[in-house]
């Protein structure tokens, strides 16, 4: 049980396109889900909370314009990469919680490649 | 807000011997303190946690200790193993907010 996916896994797009990653809890109804973005030989670093049917909470320094994250339901959030670019490339995890024991479930990742 | 320092960097040990690894955190609310174990290109996977409400906490080969007094809590890797090298990620968890801090991560590296 517990398991969350994220689509794509990889993506290569072109400098001032927009890109967008699906997270989805497959088998629980995530209260919360978290974005994080990590770099290369870096931790974990959270970008934005956020919970169904309301706004995201954004992390300190996190453009909530350039980040876009849509929590539409209980199994699915999305984040979209408006006007990316080669600084943008990263691996980008989400997690969900059900809200319950605070534990988090991660997806596999997405690595984005700005080029 | 909650900050997590994670010490050493990178540790390396021969196969059998026993691995620690040691993080602070600030925030003396937080009241989950997860570890990860993070493969290369993969996601983090949970390996064992701890809650305020207890010192220690062990799972076959691996324990974990709390010291909330001195705001820290550590990792400790018996026996270990090849298959065990990765990087390994300490995190807190301020009351009520969920999310998770993760501290700078420790590249472990077990040689047969």
């Known amino acids: 049980g517990a398991v969350v996916s994220q689509h794509p896994s990889w993506v290569i797009c072109k400098s001032g396109t927009s890109v967008k990653i699906e997270c989805r809890s497959l088998?629980?109804?995530?209260?919360?889900m978290f974005w994080y973005r990590q770099f290369p030989k870096q931790s974990l670093m959270l970008m934005a909370t956020s919970n169904e049917g309301s706004k995201a909470t954004y992390e300190q320094g996190v453009e909530k314009d350039k980040f876009l994250i849509n929590h539409a339901s209980l199994t699915l959030s999305t984040l979209t990469v408006t006007s990316a670019h080669p600084e943008d490339s990263s691996f980008y995890i989400c997690?969900?919680?059900?809200?319950?024991?605070?534990?988090?479930?991660f997806g596999p990742g997405t690595r984005l490649t700005v080029t | 807000g909650e900050n997590v320092e994670q010490h050493p960097s990178t540790l390396s040990v021969q196969e059998g011997d026993s691995a620690v690894i040691k993080c602070t955190y600030s925030?003396?609310?937080?009241?989950?303190f997860p570890w990860y174990k993070q493969e290369l290109g993969k996601r983090p996977q949970l390996i064992i946690d701890i809650r305020s409400n207890v010192g220690e906490k062990k799972d076959q080969r691996i324990a974990v200790t709390l010291n909330k007094t001195a705001k820290h809590f550590s990792l400790h890797i018996t026996e270990t193993q090849p298959e065990d090298s990765a990087v390994y990620f300490c995190?807190?968890?301020?009351?009520?907010?969920?999310?998770?801090?993760f501290g700078t991560g420790t590249r472990l590296l077990v040689s047969p």
């Open positions: 925030d003396s609310a937080s009241n989950y």
């Open positions: 995190a807190a968890s301020p009351t009520g907010f969920q999310k998770l801090v």
């Open positions: 997690s969900a919680s059900s809200g319950l024991y605070d534990e988090q479930y």
């Open positions: 088998d629980f109804q995530a209260t919360t």
